[in-house]
């Protein structure tokens, strides 16, 4: 894993160009857990939602977005508060390829992780084109920074 841009403070949670793998995905997974819990009134549902959302969308990219790279690429993991709207949006971006799922036997067990993140917020877009894909999570009624 190699070393990232961060940004944390009460309106906002940046990992910029980090490493696109399960050990990134993995520590930052742990820093937006922690931000969530420093700066937000979260009952423990909405903030297990949050964080399994986010995981999902960092999983994809560490997993397909480079998978016929020769080296992982890199990821942006940001996340916004708006005071105004109560609305916490968070977008995971990376540069790779899009992956069209594969039809048959392994569907059965594998392509959860976009109705999943559709299921856990509130609202849910994938944007995908030839230079990466952009996943962008949106919960309202945030409870406002502490």
């Not at 906002?12 to 819990?37: G, K, N, T, Y």
């Not at 790779?96 to 109705?115: F, L, T, V, Y």
Request: charge should be negative; glycine fraction near 6%; include cysteine.
């Amino acid at each position: 894993m190699s070393t990232s841009e961060k940004l944390c403070n009460r309106s906002q949670f940046a990992r910029m160009d980090a490493v696109a793998d399960p050990e990134s995905a993995a520590l930052i997974r742990r820093e937006f857990s922690d931000w969530l819990h420093e700066h937000f009134t979260l009952d423990a549902t909405k903030a297990c939602d949050m964080v399994l959302a986010v995981n999902e969308a960092m999983a994809n990219a560490a997993e397909y977005a480079y998978a016929a790279a020769d080296c992982p690429g890199v990821m942006q993991v940001q996340a916004t508060y708006d005071d105004g709207a109560a609305t916490l949006t968070v977008t995971v971006t990376d540069h790779g390829a899009w992956r069209e799922s594969d039809a048959g036997a392994n569907q059965i067990r594998r392509g959860r992780g976009i109705p999943l993140m559709q299921a856990l917020a509130d609202r849910a877009t994938l944007d995908s084109s030839p230079t990466g894909t952009r996943v962008c999570l949106e919960w309202s009624q945030v409870g406002a920074p502490r």
